[in-house]
């Protein structure tokens, strides 16, 4: 697998996914932010499905890589919406349990929300769970991490397009028998006989 190909793009775009749905992970550990987590964790598994389909020219399994990323893409759009209706920036979410989307019910917030750089954890507003002092405040944070996970879901999802379109083409264009010749095949008829040679002996001194 050549470092220049669609393939091993592809594998760097799906290592390059689990690093960051793994530093991800962590910090929702620290929120006990049980639906992200989740979330996170089929990401992984999927993550490891799409680079052993790549890897192994399964295009089955990059299929549901596939299908799988554009979940996971409409899945970050909407925690983004979510970050950001908590502070009123975007309100639509008045009718939903937005609660059970992100740590099932459990009232726990984000680790970025008190833990910051620069955060005062002792003065903490009640309305968006935040921090005072904060040098970058925990709901953008948070949507960042939804962005980059959008962005690097997009380019795998076009060179997973890419490699299944060129595996498929490769199988459609490969022949076992002949089909790479510029050249036909003589025909094979097949006879109730079996065609007899004549045999010459030599018998002169070598």
């Known amino acids: 697998m050549g470092c220049c190909t669609g393939r091993c ?8 996914q689990l690093v960051s749905v793994i530093e991800r992970l962590v910090f929702d550990f620290l929120g006990f932010l049980w639906g992200q987590i989740i979330g996170n964790f089929l990401q992984l598994i ?6 052993v ?18 979940l996971w893409i409409i899945w970050n759009v ?5 970050y950001l209706e908590d502070i009123g920036v975007v309100p ?17 917030s984000s680790w970025w929300y008190t833990h910051g750089w620069g955060c005062n954890d002792t003065v903490v507003t009640v309305a968006t769970r935040q921090a005072a002092g ?6 953008l944070v948070e949507v960042i991490h939804a962005g980059v996970q959008v962005l690097v879901a997009i380019l795998g999802l076009i060179y997973a397009g890419f490699v ?3 595996f498929n083409e490769d199988d459609d264009s490969f022949d076992f ?3 790479f010749d510029s050249y036909p095949y003589p025909p094979n008829h097949k006879t109730g006989h079996m065609q007899l040679q004549p045999v010459y002996a030599y018998t002169g001194q070598v």
């Open 46 to 51: 999927i993550l490891l499905i799409g680079v």
């Open 53 to 70: 389909g790549t890897y192994q020219y399964r295009p089955k399994y990059l299929l549901v890589y596939c299908a799988w990323e554009l």
């Open 177 to 179: 028998i002949g089909g």
């Open 134 to 139: 904060c040098l970058i405040d925990g709901y």
């Open 9 to 16: 793009t592809l594998v760097t775009i799906c290592l390059i």
């Open 92 to 108: 639509m979410f008045e009718d939903l349990n937005v609660d059970m989307l992100i740590n099932l019910n459990t009232g726990s």
């Open 78 to 82: 909407l925690l983004s919406l979510i």
């Open 164 to 166: 299944i379109y060129r």
